[in-house]
């Protein structure tokens, strides 16, 4: 459940779109047979294209969302506690009004101030509690609190899913941590898988949010929807379509030269939804000094994460991000003691 609908079930997605605009659409037709009968048929042709492509534009979502998938998705979100976790369930308001719901999963007390948190976003299908056994791979190998992220639309989440909604989530979760004074702000990892890791992205290059995250980890994600529409629907046309006819964009190719936090890429080899190609693209393009592509040659879409090695990985890029860091501050309070006195004890040490 990790990230884009499976084709297998792309079948019953059409069905349920078909039945949601079927009334749309007969009205459509009605009203152009009237007016072609009335004025003739240019008029009625033009006004039929016009409201196909309207229709089109609208059933977009249909594509991209799919929170009640498995069915019960919307009604049953499964617990943090069925995996031995402690957590607090959380409502928030976004910026708009919406209330999305949280989990926050926390390590006991002692640890909780100093650990890192990793802020959660997944992918377009099912709930958050979906990606609990995840979660729980991260609590216990990378000894981390979790702030796992519900989209509106999704769990029990108010509103309805859409481009700039999800956005407003992720920026909602980010101040949601910030207004806690029980965890360590200077360790917020984001996290992103598929869809998730459009949201990561776009929230890692906002100016007033950039600076609060240390570390960025991308997994599976896509440069953008126009792009995996060409490579889902293979139809030529798309190639010429202009950008303005996609109501979700998540233009990951385009903000990833905006990113300077530094960011972890990892992709499966095997995935055969979001080709690799895209993981490798955005890991060339990303705008951060520092940063790594991590490949998992039987990693799957959604599976990567259950491959040996996966957390290990993602471990060792934080501790030497830690590690440079402290470094680069020593050497940085060192010089600045060094300028004091006259004289510098560091000679030609560089910064890590």
């Not at 039945?19 to 009237?34: D, E, I, P, T």
């Not at 890192?116 to 377009?124: E, K, L, Q, R």
Request: with cysteine; aromatic share 14%.
């Amino acid at each position: 459940m990790g990230g884009y609908v499976p084709l297998s079930q792309l079948g019953a997605i059409l069905l349920r779109m078909i039945f949601k605009v079927w009334a749309y659409s007969g009205l459509v037709l009605v009203f152009c047979f009237l007016l072609y009968y009335m004025y003739g048929g240019l008029f009625a042709i033009s006004l039929l294209v016009f409201a196909v492509t309207g229709i089109l534009y609208q059933v977009q979502d249909n594509l991209l969302y799919s929170p009640e998938l498995p069915s019960h998705s919307r009604v049953y979100i499964p617990i943090p506690s069925m995996f031995g976790m402690p957590f607090e369930s959380i409502n928030h308001k976004c910026s708009d009004g919406v209330m999305i719901h949280m989990y926050f999963i926390h390590q006991p007390k002692e640890r909780q101030r100093l650990a890192p948190t990793f802020v959660f976003f997944h992918g377009n299908a099912g709930n958050m509690g979906h990606r609990l056994q995840n979660c729980a791979g991260f609590y216990h190998n990378l000894h981390c609190n979790i702030l796992l992220v519900e989209y509106r639309g999704y769990g029990l989440s108010e509103g309805s899913p859409s481009e700039e909604g999800l956005y407003l989530d992720a920026r909602a979760s980010l101040d949601y941590l910030f207004s806690r004074n029980d965890v360590n702000h200077s360790e917020i990892v984001v996290f992103g898988r598929s869809l998730g890791g459009a949201v990561a992205i776009d929230l890692a290059t906002r100016d007033n949010y950039a600076n609060k995250i240390w570390c960025l980890v991308l997994e599976n994600t896509f440069t953008s929807i126009p792009d995996m529409a060409k490579v889902l629907l293979g139809w030529k046309i798309l190639h010429y379509l202009p950008i303005i006819f996609y109501k979700n964009k998540y233009l990951s190719c385009h903000k990833v030269k905006l990113l300077r936090t530094p960011t972890l890429f990892i992709s499966g080899l095997s995935d055969a939804l979001v080709p690799p190609k895209m993981m490798q693209d955005l890991y060339e393009r990303s705008g951060c000094i520092r940063k790594q592509l991590y490949q998992l040659p039987a990693g799957t879409h959604n599976e990567t994460w259950q491959l040996p090695g996966y957390y290990h990985a993602i471990a060792l890029f934080l501790q030497n991000y830690r590690i440079s860091s402290l470094m680069r501050q020593a050497s940085m309070d060192m010089d600045g003691k060094s300028d004091s006195s006259g004289g510098s004890m560091w000679g030609g040490v560089q910064d890590i």
